[in-house]
């Protein structure tokens, strides 16, 4: 351990090392000094994979947050190897799997709205795969995160995903996402926009903005955006 942490003063390489050390003997005290030492959160193996990735697939949720909180980018992907959101479904280890869909919220919010991005290519496996837990802890990250309840999302942009999802764990109906549904699909924008305005989430509000969402559109809540962002 002494000798590890010693390595972190010496240049790069010895950091790279040190690290690898580190990790194969599980050491996370190791792992958390060299990290905050200036050893990268990002850094890969000999063979050229993460190890934060390598983390997720072993499943071990301690070495994973310890990554996350030093800043890996969870988000990068790699078409030789699985998504770091994926491999955490595939281990099946529910701790992980929810640490890694909160950090990539807050790293990209947006693809909690982006029904072609990975996350829901995960969400429609762990679906498929029946995963009831995996997907609960899935949607208790998509509100918290997201700006809007899965419900309203799955009712407004009808996704088909996120419908099967509520099923597949007996979510109980929200009305007011059934009428919603039978909404002209054109205002799921500006639906969308009245709801993250009304959780207050700006990095939402912007990317809705962005994808012109019009902040005075009237929308079957009642009022518009603006006036629930006030």
């Known amino acids: 351990m002494k000798a590890i942490i010693r390595a972190s003063k010496n240049p790069p390489k010895c950091l790279h090392v040190a690290l690898i050390l580190a990790f194969e003997d599980r050491c996370a005290e190791g792992i958390q000094r060299l990290l905050a030492n200036g050893a990268s959160a990002d850094d890969c193996d000999d063979n050229g994979m993460s190890l934060l ?41 529910i701790e992980t799997f929810l640490l890694l869909a909160n950090a990539i919220a807050k790293q990209r919010p947006t693809d ?64 007011e996402a059934l009428k919603l549904e039978e909404a002209d699909k054109k205002t799921w924008l500006g639906t969308l926009l009245h709801e993250a305005a009304t959780l207050g989430n700006e990095a939402v509000v912007t990317f809705l903005l962005n994808g012109k969402a019009d902040v005075n559109e009237l929308v079957n809540t009642g009022g518009s955006p603006l006036f629930a962002a006030v």
């Open 112 to 175: 909690f709205l982006d029904t072609d991005s990975e996350v829901f290519e995960v969400l429609s496996l762990a679906v498929s795969l029946e995963r009831a837990d995996l997907v609960k802890q899935f949607l208790d990250s998509f509100h918290a995160n997201a700006g809007l309840t899965p419900r309203v999302f799955a009712g407004i942009a009808g996704d088909k995903v996120m419908k099967s999802a509520l099923q597949l764990v007996n979510a109980p109906t929200d009305q």
């Open 53 to 93: 990735l390598r983390a997720t697939m072993i499943g071990d949720p301690e070495i994973v947050k310890i990554f996350i909180v030093a800043g890996a980018d969870v988000c990068r992907s790699d078409s030789t190897r699985p998504s770091f959101l994926r491999a955490a479904l595939l281990s099946g280890n």
